[in-house]
């Protein structure tokens, strides 16, 4: 299969999911080694979650079947343009690259948040739309502190 | 309780759930009218989840006490600023506002990549360190247009 049919793959998933009132139009695939690992479709409304989006559950469902937390080696096929919720998960994910098709500015035209979402995350914190406020504590840092110097700690 | 109260509360469960090996060093609760209606700690490598920020983690366990997908009228309150996923899982749940203690910088100097995530997001695609790329499909967008005119829709 070529990238085009993967990401053909993500967007059947889209439809068929937005048919079935799961949640938003969106799909994705995990691929590794050329074979298909993992699926996710929106279910945001369906589920009550608002992380459940179409990239986040893939990449959490590849995870579970590779019994793993890295997806290095890993490919994904998103129908749209990942927010930066999912941009994000991907990183943290590990995965090599991703593959999308509609863009964060078609996502806006339907009535997504996406565009406005990386306007936001890019802002001082004092410049966004929700409130963001600090409250220090020592305890909080020496929990950091604590963090560097344990020695079983599991790196990720 | 004040707002420190449940900055401490937050905190308690990033030290507990490093000491117990669950994850990062970070916890957060939701909290309603006063009640903490959700906990959250870090468990990315316990359960092999990239997306298992206590965050995102907090936030789906207060959607699933609720029964719904919206926050609005709740409270985040995190041991350490969110990071870009976090943040943006923030946003898509509609809490009305973030209360965190440690901050990016802080969580950078422990080896954490949060600092440089908000860098990444913030670039142009073909800036970023993991490669995105665009596979236009037609179908991708005839299912946008579908959602467009879809009668029975939940919006979120």
């Known amino acids: 299969m070529c990238n085009k049919d993967f990401m053909q793959k993500a967007v059947k998933l889209s439809r068929d999911h937005m ?19 993992a699926e996710g479709y929106n ?20 995870c579970a079947n590779l019994n793993t937390f890295s997806l290095k080696g890993c490919e ?9 919720m999912c941009l994000s998960a991907a990183y943290w994910s590990g995965v ?22 990386y306007e936001q995350v890019s802002l ?7 409130p963001i ?12 502190q604590d963090w560097m110097v344990k020695e079983d700690k599991v790196l990720y």
Chains 1, 2 share one sequence.
């Open 19 to 37: 048919e079935a009132n799961d949640g938003g139009p969106f799909g994705a695939i995990v691929v590794k080694d050329g074979e298909v690992v």
């Open 43 to 62: 279910r945001v409304t369906s589920t009550n979650d608002p992380t459940a989006h179409a990239e986040v559950v893939a990449i959490r469902d590849a």
């Open 124 to 130: 001082p914190l004092e410049e966004r739309s929700l």
């Open 76 to 84: 994904l096929y998103t129908s749209c343009e990942p927010c930066p």
């Open 133 to 144: 406020k600090r409250i220090e504590l020592a305890e909080a840092n020496k929990v950091f």
């Open 96 to 117: 090599d690259v991703i593959y999308f098709s509609n863009t964060r500015k078609d996502a806006a035209e339907i009535g997504f948040s996406d565009d406005f979402l």
